[in-house]
């Protein structure tokens, strides 16, 4: 079965990158045969752009645009320090002090990092901070946090906290239960809770690209192995799944190929677009 695709949109972690981090050894060359059919490979994922700057470049994809914080931030020209926005969606400012105050008071314990443009914010290099330092390769920015959210003057695209899994499913439990409108809390890893603008989703990533590429939704593809690519996979004309997913998200998909330690993801672009 060969689709008509003409834009792939795909998640990172669990998906083009296996178990150890190493990105799927076929993909380059999948890419590289979508750019002469002119279809863009563009990557999405919770990492920020600095996260997502060695993998881009990494597999060639440098010139397309580039979904960080699940969409709160698209970008282009990675490559340059002066890259360009594409879409901005920032949390609400008196929400991030609200829940940066809620952490303090009730969850001290909790890791809190906070994401503006290329920028990784933390209050110390907790053993948590060290951990997602290593899997990213970045170094983050110690400030007060309570005084940079204070200021207002810099969008927060996104706040992970990070824990143990028993810590975070409690926080994640009281923030929903909180007046929160405008922003929307999902686990990334099971002691990872992301919070992003109540707007922000995969699935807009998907929608605001396809737009501006002047695509019908039905020739779009995606790829991802976890619940917050869900909505994007129910939406593409072609939503694949990992073999390494939950077998609720296999479900969303329309297929389901092999896992990110199998090369799943350039397999699906051969024998679905190629």
């Not at 580039?66 to 901005?88: H, Q």
Request: proline share 4%; charged share 25%; with cysteine.
């Amino acid at each position: 079965m060969i689709m008509t695709v003409k834009l792939i949109l795909s998640d990172i972690d669990g998906t083009i990158l296996n178990d150890n981090n190493i990105v799927d050894s076929g993909l380059k060359e999948s890419i590289e045969r979508l750019k002469q059919k002119e279809i863009p490979f563009v990557l999405a994922s919770a990492r920020s752009p600095k996260g997502m700057l060695p993998i881009a470049q990494k597999l060639d994809v440098l010139d397309n645009p580039i979904a960080c914080y699940n969409g709160a931030l698209v970008i282009k020209d990675l490559k340059n320090e002066n890259y360009s926005t594409v879409f901005s969606h920032g949390l609400d400012n008196n929400e991030v002090e609200q829940i940066v105050k809620i952490i303090h008071d009730k969850y001290p314990k909790v890791s809190i990092n906070l994401y503006t443009g290329a920028d990784w914010y933390v209050e110390d290099t907790d053993k948590w901070v060290t951990i997602e330092s290593e899997i990213t390769e970045i170094d983050p920015i110690v400030t007060d946090v309570d005084k940079l959210v204070e200021k207002h003057q810099i969008p927060i695209h996104k706040i992970l906290l990070v824990s143990d899994s028993a810590e975070i499913d409690k926080v994640m439990n009281y923030l929903r239960d909180a007046v929160f409108p405008n922003s929307s809390f999902y686990l990334s890893k099971p002691n990872y809770l992301e919070i992003t603008n109540s707007n922000v989703s995969k699935e807009k990533a998907l929608r605001e690209l396809a737009k501006a590429y002047e695509l019908d939704l039905k020739d779009t593809m995606t790829i991802g192995d976890n619940f917050n690519d869900v909505p994007m996979l129910k939406l593409a004309g072609l939503g694949v799944a990992m073999q390494n997913a939950p077998v609720e998200v296999k479900k969303c998909a329309n297929v389901v190929t092999d896992s990110n330690n199998q090369n799943g993801v350039s397999k699906a672009v051969e024998k679905y677009v190629l």
